[in-house]
């Protein structure tokens, strides 16, 4: 087996945009989201992280799934460990870093390698081209020409669902004022709601929905404009100001439809011709993703339907070239029908809670367990809220195989950031157990003086 060099990019250039105009807020959670990728290291792997891990998360990782981490080699750029930011392309390859990784592989010639990044760009292309030169290094070519990177442009999605007659949102994809105000006039007449999606975003941060109807909330998107309040011009003046950004000019906008649940597929397509099916469940949103329900209750035949068209997909990118994890999303609509919303060809937020489960309760967990997942609550500290879950026994518990995981963790100056699995053998059982433990985290958050 190859060791791996992961690399936690999240939130570069290459999915966001211009860095310079992205939200602030939006890289407060970076690091959290980089630390999950700690679950899929192995003995003798390097990872690369924006910010240095606590050691007591690493140290509940080794609790969790023997993982010994003074076997792995944990680097943090320089340049950004203080921070809140991500791991650009310019940190990427720059000439410290560069040396900082060859230092570590030199400890280990006689391994082989494997480049495992959040989200393969051009950038780690050239890195795995410049590693190359000293050690056997696979680099799908596809991926290093910045093929995963079409698998993440929501203007590219829908060419390609067109492609292969996936279903997906009525709607048009433009690139001036002119033509964005003449199309949401135009859209609106279908539902009354429509939904303006920035090509290169994550999270639902770059989705505003403009509606003529009195609904207020709308799964998915960032912001709301309301008619009644708005006109169509200053609509159109903040989405210029706030969606169009330099590299970023493309927008989707698509026909806004009601939906009974928001689910999701993941798939890992292999260096050979191997598509291989991971999970799939349903998403919360509230309104703006928060979490899974895996499986989650899905009705068979929407299951069924919803696979078959994620397997197309899937297979289309493998034709392509594309190595690696790709996540795949749609809504049900409340009168049965399913339309594909995106096709994200990086690793998602799911990926480590698959890694997780298929770990701890084995490889046919889907049909024995259910588990939700929410995305980042705050407390005191680390090891406080976890001794509080060992003190109500709510942590997860081998011999059981239920209870809440911590997936993720990451300090701030006012309390520490988590993520939270929790396992049962059904949904109500599961239910109960995240109950008692979100609300454990709120009381302590909540008396701290």
Same mark, same amino acid.
């Given at each position: 087996?190859?060791? &791996? @060099? ?6 570069n250039?290459?999915?966001?945009g ?5 939200p602030?807020h939006?890289f407060?959670s970076?690091?959290? =989201?980089?630390?999950?990728?700690l679950? *899929?290291a192995r003995?003798g792997?390097?990872i690369?992280?924006?910010?240095v ?7 509940? @990782? ?5 993982i010994?981490f003074?076997n792995?080699?944990i680097?943090?750029?320089?340049e950004?460990?203080q ?27 006689? *391994?082989?390698?494997n ?20 050690l056997?290094?696979?680099? %799908?070519?596809?991926n290093?020409?910045g093929?995963?990177e079409?698998?993440? &442009? ?6 390609l669902?067109?492609g !292969?007659?996936? %279903?997906?949102?009525?709607g ?5 004022? %002119?033509a964005?105000?003449?199309? @949401? ?5 279908f539902t009354?709601? +429509? !939904? =303006?999606k ?6 639902g ?7 003529s ?9 960032r912001?709301?404009?309301s008619?009644?309040n708005?006109? *169509?011009?200053?609509i159109s003046?903040? !989405? ?6 330099a590299?970023?000019e ?6 806004y ?9 993941e798939y890992?397509?292999g260096?050979?011709?191997?598509v ?5 469940g +349903?998403?919360?949103?509230q ?12 009705? %068979? ?7 078959h ?10 034709s ?30 799911c990926?480590h809670v698959?890694?997780?489960a ?12 259910q ?7 705050? +407390?005191e500290?680390f ?6 879950? @060992? ?18 963790s990451d ?6 950031a988590?993520e939270?699995m ?8 599961t239910?109960? !157990? ?16």
């Amino acid at each position: 087996m190859q060791n &791996q @060099i992961i690399i936690a990019n999240v939130d570069n250039e290459r999915m966001l945009g211009d860095i310079t105009a992205v939200p602030t807020h939006v890289f407060e959670s970076t690091a959290l =989201v980089s630390n999950r990728l700690l679950w *899929l290291a192995r003995a003798g792997d390097i990872i690369i992280l924006p910010r240095v891990p606590s050691a007591r998360f690493l140290k509940y @990782i080794q609790s969790i799934i023997n993982i010994d981490f003074s076997n792995i080699t944990i680097l943090t750029p320089n340049e950004i460990a203080q921070h809140r930011t991500s791991i650009t392309s310019n940190i990427l390859l720059s000439e410290r870093l560069l040396t900082q990784i060859k230092r570590a592989l030199n400890k280990r010639p006689e *391994l082989h390698w494997n480049i495992l990044p959040y989200y393969f760009t051009t950038a780690v292309g050239q890195l795995g081209r410049n590693l190359a030169k000293e050690l056997s290094l696979d680099l %799908p070519s596809f991926n290093t020409e910045g093929g995963a990177e079409l698998l993440n &442009q929501k203007t590219i999605f829908r060419k390609l669902a067109a492609g !292969i007659k996936i %279903p997906f949102a009525t709607g048009e994809v433009v690139d001036n004022i %002119p033509a964005l105000k003449k199309s @949401i006039a135009h859209l609106l007449k279908f539902t009354g709601s +429509v !939904i =303006v999606k920035q090509d290169k975003s994550a999270g639902g941060d770059g989705n505003y929905v403009i509606s003529s109807t009195h609904c207020s909330s709308f799964k998915g998107a960032r912001k709301f404009f309301s008619l009644d309040n708005y006109t *169509l011009e200053e609509i159109s003046e903040i !989405i210029q100001a706030e969606l169009i950004t330099a590299g970023n000019e493309s927008l989707t906008i698509e026909v806004y439809y009601d939906a009974s649940a928001v689910v999701y597929s993941e798939y890992f397509l292999g260096g050979s011709n191997s598509v291989e099916y991971l999970s799939h469940g +349903v998403m919360r949103m509230q309104p703006l993703w928060s979490g899974f329900e895996i499986p989650g209750q899905i009705p %068979p035949k929407n299951q069924a339907t919803f696979i078959h068209n994620s397997t197309t997909l899937a297979l289309l990118a493998k034709s392509l070239g594309y190595v690696g994890h790709l996540n795949i999303d749609a809504i049900i609509t409340p009168d049965d029908k399913i339309i594909f919303t995106e096709v994200n060809g990086r690793i998602g937020g799911c990926t480590h809670v698959h890694t997780v489960a298929q770990q701890l309760l084995g490889s046919n967990y889907l049909n024995t367990h259910q588990i939700t997942t929410y995305n980042s609550i705050f +407390v005191e500290s680390f090891q406080s809220y976890l001794n509080a879950l @060992i003190k109500h026994n709510i942590n997860f518990s081998e011999s059981t195989q239920k209870g809440t995981l911590i997936l993720s963790s990451d300090q701030h100056d006012n309390g520490t950031a988590l993520e939270l699995m929790f396992i049962g053998s059904d949904i109500k059982e599961t239910l109960s !157990i995240e109950t008692a433990a979100r609300a454990l985290a709120n009381t302590q958050y909540d008396q701290r003086p």
